[in-house]
């Protein structure tokens, strides 16, 4: 898997601040998309072991909240299982931490893969462009998108 960008502090992708990675590769292409230069699967950097430790360790920062995970899509074939693992390492190391997954597939064809037992919210569906949310602070593009408590925290 590859990945196009990874923030080191981001305020937009999720409660409070939160570390973001957005992997590469989409075959939904949705039209309006915001992020379609990440629709290539070869495009940005090798995720690898040391990304996985450099996103461990900027969640350790008492001020991190979380991770966030984006695209592309985390639920591509190519990319659902190094996502996993991530989420999987994430949650060993900094289980006080909450983690997001956006994709653009919905929920129920992914309820039953291991990586519901690692993530906290899901933010699922195809973005609409019709349907695109107008106000400011919504952590979703279109009204069809769904903000999923998977885990909710305690």
């Not at 994430?90 to 919905?106: L, S």
Request: aromatic letters at 12%; charged letters at 30%; hydrophobic letters at 30%.
């Amino acid at each position: 898997m590859k990945y196009a960008q990874l923030r080191e502090f981001d305020t937009t992708n999720g409660p409070g601040v939160r570390v973001s990675l957005f992997v590469s590769g989409c075959t939904l292409h949705c039209k309006g998309c915001f992020n379609p230069e990440s629709w290539d699967f070869d495009a940005g950097d090798d995720f690898n072991e040391k990304t996985i430790e450099r996103i461990i360790e900027l969640l350790k920062r008492p001020y991190m909240s979380g991770l966030s995970v984006l695209g592309g899509d985390p639920f591509e074939e190519q990319n659902i299982g190094p996502v996993t693992e991530l989420c999987k390492r994430v949650r060993q190391a900094c289980p006080d931490k909450t983690i997001w997954v956006w994709t653009g597939r919905k929920y129920e064809h992914f309820k039953d893969r291991e990586i519901m037992d690692y993530i906290d919210t899901l933010v699922d569906g195809p973005y609409v462009e019709k349907l695109k949310v107008k106000e400011q602070g919504q952590y979703f593009g279109s009204t069809n998108q769904r903000v999923i408590p998977i885990h909710p925290a305690q």
